[in-house]
C-alpha cells in the first residue's frame, strides 16, 4: 500500500514541477547596433571582417534574410521598434528637413501616452532594463519632468546615453548637427560685425541713441548659434543612469566597456526572475571607437576594427547569459537600427559607414532596400531549432506582438502593424503575415512592397526617390544625408516598379513589356495604400506620397527640435554643467 501511495506522490510531485518549468516566462536579451550594414556580418556573406559571436548566434538560432526596418533612420525605426507601430503614428516621422531628435534640449520625443513593448512587459511582472542609446527625447515642459525618458516607458532601469554617440562628441571629428544653418549664422554674425565697422564715422547722436542696440543685437545673433551649436558636447553627448545626469560630457574612449559591464550586471542582478534587457550599442555610429585591443586588428580601417569590437561585446553578452544557465530561458535577439551609412567618409580615416552588400542605398534613402533591411537573428535553444532561415518579408515592428505573446500578455492593444512572429521562427507557418509592407522617408510614403499569396516574387514601387548627388553617385554626397522633400526627391508617374525577389538590388526596372502583373500589381498596391490610409484618423489628405493627420503632433518640427535651455539636462547648476562618473564601480 505504501509505495503506490509514494509513487502517486512522486508522479504528482513531477508533474507540478514539470507545469511550472513551462509556465515560467521566458527572459528577452534585445541588443540592437546603430548603423550597422547587412554587409558587414560574416553569417550574411561578408568573408574579410571576422564576427564569430554573431555567426555563432545564428548557427545556434534562426537567421532571418527580409528582415525590415520602418524608417532609415535612428529616431524613427527605433521609435516603430519600442511601439510596434509604423513611427507617424506617434508623430516620430518629419515632414521637412528635421527627421531625428537633434538636441536634448528639445522638447519633441516619444509621447508619453505611447505604449511601448517595456510597458507591456513591466505589467506582467517583468524588470525591465536599458543599457546604451535611446535618442527619442527626455523632457517636454521644464527641466526634469522626463516625460520622454525611458524611466516614463516602461524601463525600470537606464543606463547610458538619452542622445546618440555622433561626431560633435570628440573633437576634431566634426559636426554631425545643422552643419550649413550653423555656418549660415556664423556668416550672419559676421556680417553684422562688418557692419560695425562701417559705423565708425557716424554721428555723436546717433552712436549713443542707435549703437547700443546694434551692439545688442550682434550678440543676440551670436547667441543664436553660439550657444545651442558651440557646446554640443556639453548639451548632447551625456551619459544618465535613470534620471540623474552623471557625466557630462561623457569620456567616449571608456564607453563601450561601460556599457558592457552595466548590460553583464543588469542580467546577472535579475537572473533569478523575468527580465527584459534592451542592450541598445553606441556602436557602430560615428565617431568610431579606437579601443586599443581592437585598433589596427581588421582589415577595414576603423570601421571594421569597430564591428571585430561589437562582436566581442556580442560575446561576452551571449557568454554571460550561457554562464548564468539561462540559456534555455533567454529569448536573444540580434539587429541594427538600419542599414550602413554610405556617405560617411574622410581622407584620414576612410569609409566610416557600413557596407549593404548587395542592396541599393544606405541610411536615410527611404524605401532603397541598403537602407532598412537589417541583420536579424533570433537564439532561443529547446525553443528555436539550430540553422533555420527564414526567407519571408519580416518588419522589425513584429519584435513587439512576439514579446507580448511570449510574455503571456493578452490585454487588448491599440492598432498595431506588426505580427507576432513565432509562427515563422519556429516553422509552423511558411509565409510572412505581411502581405504589404510601408516604407516611408521621413513622413511621407515613398515605397510599398507586395508579397502575392499565390507567387513568390515579392515586388515593390517607389513613388519617388531621394536625388543622389553628384549624379550618377550612389547617395547623396552634398548633405551628407538624404532629404526627402520638394527639390531632394524625384516624383515617380507611373512609380519605379521592381522585383526584388528576383532582382534585390533593384537595378532593373519592370515595365509593361517585361512584366504581364504590371497593371495588376500597381492596381493591387494603389487598393492597399487606400487602406493603409484608413488606418489613420482625422485624414486631411493624400496624394499618394503622403499621409497628413490633424490628431498627432508632430515631435519633428523646428518649434519640438529646436533647444531650448529651460529643457537642457544638465549635471550641476545650469549652465555649468560638468561631470564625471566614478569609473572605480566597474573595476
Not at 509513487?7 to 507545469?19: E, I, N, P, R, Y
Not at 507611373?494 to 504581364?516: A, G, K, M, N, V
Request: glycine fraction near 10%.
Amino acid at each position: 500500500m505504501l509505495a503506490p501511495l509514494l509513487l502517486s506522490l512522486l508522479l504528482a510531485s513531477g508533474s507540478d514541477v514539470k507545469g511550472e518549468v513551462e509556465d515560467k516566462k521566458p527572459n528577452f536579451v534585445l541588443m540592437m547596433v546603430d548603423d550597422l550594414g547587412i554587409g558587414d556580418i560574416g553569417c550574411y556573406g561578408n568573408d574579410t571582417i571576422r564576427t564569430p559571436n554573431i555567426d555563432r548566434l545564428a548557427s545556434e538560432g534562426v537567421k532571418l534574410t527580409q528582415y525590415i526596418a520602418a524608417a532609415p533612420l535612428c529616431t524613427p525605426s527605433r521609435a516603430a521598434v519600442m511601439t510596434g507601430r509604423y513611427p507617424l503614428r506617434s508623430g516620430m516621422a518629419g515632414t521637412g528637413r528635421v527627421q531625428v531628435v537633434l538636441f536634448l534640449g528639445g522638447s519633441g520625443g516619444l509621447p508619453p501616452n505611447e505604449t511601448t513593448f517595456a510597458k507591456r512587459l513591466q505589467k506582467q511582472g517583468y524588470t525591465t532594463g536599458l543599457v546604451g542609446k535611446w535618442h527619442l527625447g527626455v523632457n517636454c515642459e521644464s527641466r526634469g519632468d522626463h516625460c520622454h525618458h525611458p524611466n516614463q516607458h516602461g524601463f525600470s532601469y537606464f543606463y547610458g546615453l538619452p542622445f546618440t554617440l555622433f561626431n560633435d562628441c570628440v573633437p576634431g571629428e566634426g559636426s554631425d548637427v545643422l552643419v550649413d544653418l550653423r555656418l549660415a549664422l556664423q556668416h550672419l554674425t559676421l556680417l553684422l560685425g562688418l557692419g560695425l565697422l562701417t559705423m565708425v564715422g557716424v554721428t555723436l547722436s546717433w552712436f549713443y541713441f542707435s549703437f547700443p542696440t546694434f551692439i545688442r543685437n550682434r550678440y543676440v545673433a551670436a547667441a543664436v548659434w553660439y550657444v545651442p551649436f558651440g557646446f554640443l558636447q556639453t548639451w548632447n553627448c551625456i551619459i544618465m543612469r535613470n534620471q540623474d545626469v552623471i557625466e557630462q560630457p561623457m569620456t567616449v574612449e571608456t564607453l563601450p566597456q561601460r556599457l558592457l559591464a552595466e548590460a553583464q550586471n543588469f542580467i546577472k542582478r535579475n537572473a533569478d526572475h523575468p527580465f527584459l534587457l534592451f542592450f541598445s550599442l553606441a556602436h557602430i555610429h560615428t565617431p568610431l571607437f579606437t579601443t586599443p585591443a581592437f585598433a589596427g586588428k581588421s582589415r577595414h580601417g576603423r570601421y571594421g576594427d569597430n564591428l571585430e569590437e561589437v562582436d566581442w561585446i556580442i560575446g561576452k553578452i551571449t557568454e554571460t547569459v550561457d554562464s548564468l544557465g539561462l540559456a534555455n530561458n533567454t529569448f536573444m535577439h540580434f539587429t541594427s537600427d538600419h542599414g550602413g551609412h554610405l556617405e560617411d567618409s574622410d581622407s584620414r580615416i576612410g569609409q566610416k559607414g557600413g557596407w549593404n552588400s548587395i542592396y541599393k542605398g544606405g541610411k536615410a534613402m527611404g524605401g532603397w532596400e541598403g537602407g532598412i533591411r537589417v541583420p536579424g537573428i533570433f537564439r532561443w535553444p529547446g525553443r528555436l531549432a539550430a540553422g533555420r532561415v527564414v526567407d519571408e518579408p519580416i518588419s522589425l515592428m513584429d519584435l513587439y506582438p512576439t514579446l507580448k505573446y511570449l510574455a503571456k500578455d493578452t490585454q487588448p492593444d491599440r492598432h498595431l502593424d506588426g505580427y507576432n512572429l513565432m509562427p515563422l521562427l519556429e516553422g509552423k507557418a511558411a509565409r510572412s503575415k505581411h502581405e504589404f509592407m510601408f516604407h516611408y522617408c521621413g513622413g511621407y510614403l515613398n515605397a510599398v512592397r507586395w508579397h502575392p499569396t499565390d507567387s513568390n516574387s515579392i515586388f515593390k514601387v517607389h513613388f519617388f526617390t531621394p536625388n543622389f548627388f553628384p549624379p550618377g553617385a550612389g547617395g547623396c554626397y552634398d548633405t551628407k544625408v538624404c532629404l526627402c522633400h520638394g527639390q531632394h526627391v524625384t516624383h515617380h508617374n507611373p512609380p519605379l516598379l521592381y522585383d526584388i525577389f528576383h532582382d534585390p538590388s533593384e537595378s532593373r526596372q519592370l515595365t509593361p513589356e517585361t512584366e504581364p502583373r504590371y497593371a495588376e500589381i500597381l492596381q493591387q498596391i494603389a487598393k492597399a495604400v487606400e487602406k493603409h490610409k484608413s488606418t489613420f484618423p482625422s485624414k486631411e489628405g493624400f496624394d499618394d506620397v503622403q499621409v497628413q493627420t490633424n490628431t498627432i503632433q508632430n515631435q519633428m518640427s523646428w518649434e519640438k527640435i529646436l533647444w531650448k535651455p529651460w529643457l537642457q539636462p544638465c549635471c550641476g547648476t545650469f549652465p555649468f554643467c560638468g561631470c564625471k562618473e566614478d569609473k572605480n564601480i566597474y573595476k
